[in-house]
């Protein structure tokens, strides 16, 4: 190899990897804001995931609270999946902090009542129906006379 030959490799080479730099300064900022944006995307994901989550937490806690009694008057729905059946919204449910207020709730449980009576549960009767009135003391003396 002769001596000019190397200087003109070198130079060649020297100028291509100076090209390269040059490109690659310049693709630089297309891959940092893909980059950007892909975190994006995976950010705005997981935030989706995360609402979902809550969304399904209050549904299930507004279901919770809705077969508890409403009042002493009222007792709560058979099933608490009939909030959302008969119309109830679950946004309406959350108060100002972000948690299911019990009160709309009662609320919303004795306005489904008062249209569907049927899908609440029955104020218990614990005397089963089996109470009479208090009878006359009998002996057995009007027993014998069939009185």
Do not use: C, N
Request: proline letters at 5%.
């Amino acid at each position: 190899m002769l001596p000019d030959q190397t200087t003109t490799e070198a130079a060649d080479d020297g100028q291509a990897h100076e090209e390269h730099d040059q490109a690659e300064a310049a693709d630089r900022p297309g891959r940092e804001a893909a980059k950007y944006r892909r975190q994006l995307r995976e950010a705005q994901a997981e935030a989706e995931g995360l609402r979902s989550q809550l969304d399904a937490m209050r549904r299930r806690e507004a279901e919770r609270l809705a077969v508890l009694p409403a009042g002493p008057a009222v007792m709560g729905l058979h099933d608490g999946r009939d909030l959302w059946a008969y119309g109830a919204d679950p946004a309406a449910l959350v108060d100002d902090d972000g948690t299911v207020d019990p009160e709309r709730v009662a609320a919303a449980v004795r306005a489904i009542g008062d249209e569907r009576p049927h899908l609440l549960q029955k104020v218990p009767d614990f005397d089963g129906g089996t109470r009479t009135g208090v009878r006359e003391a009998r002996g057995w003396g009007a027993l014998i006379k069939g009185a």
